[in-house]
């Protein structure tokens, strides 16, 4: 059917243009909805890999003398709390010997430097290494406290999910990488913080 101006319209009076239109419309919206959703999972993907690569990419370094633990004088101590320390925090830890394989448990106490200007915790990515004895990592589980996105935390946190000892470990290192806020509040400080460490010999030397 056509109008008296030769515009072509559709059964109900819709100038077929119109129509074109209105289709690509909802063409370009479906497109940019389908390569949203496809970045989304894209970057869903990376950051799965990522979090199951990152432990295991640690299997098969070496830890520095200096930063293995237990320390030689207390090794063959057991059910005897004992601490490490940064100059971000501190673990307060217990050993229990079972066998020929051991368990780890401790809390972690964050540096009141920090807890008192960044009162908030963006990321905190805490590990354990077990090693052999030549301080070469056997596995590596992450044991980081259960904290939420940019929440308030306490000064003293649980580690958590610390598996047993594998087989042929005698030893075990931490390591941990994190980012600490700043309240945004005003008056006080709404900068960041980083804390990080890295136990492990890098082409030969710490």
Known sequence: METSHGQQVLQGGQPFSAVIIIHSKQGAAMHLKYSLYKTLLLLGVLALLWGCAAP???IGKTVGQDHILPPPMVAQQSDVPLEWQTNDMKVVYEIVKNGGSFTVSGTLHIKTNIYR???LVE??????????ENGVVLSTHEISPNLGY???????????NIPPAPQGS?????????????SGIKNENSGDWEVYFNPFVENGAL
Do not use: Q
Request: glycine fraction near 8%.
């Open 56 to 58: 295991t990419g640690k």
């Open 150 to 160: 940019l929440r308030k935390y306490s000064d003293t946190l649980p580690l958590v």
């Open 123 to 132: 990321r905190l990515d805490f590990y354990i290494h077990f090693l052999d």
């Open 117 to 119: 200007s960044f009162p």
């Open 170 to 182: 005698t030893s075990f290192a931490f390591s941990y990488w994190g980012i600490f806020r700043g």
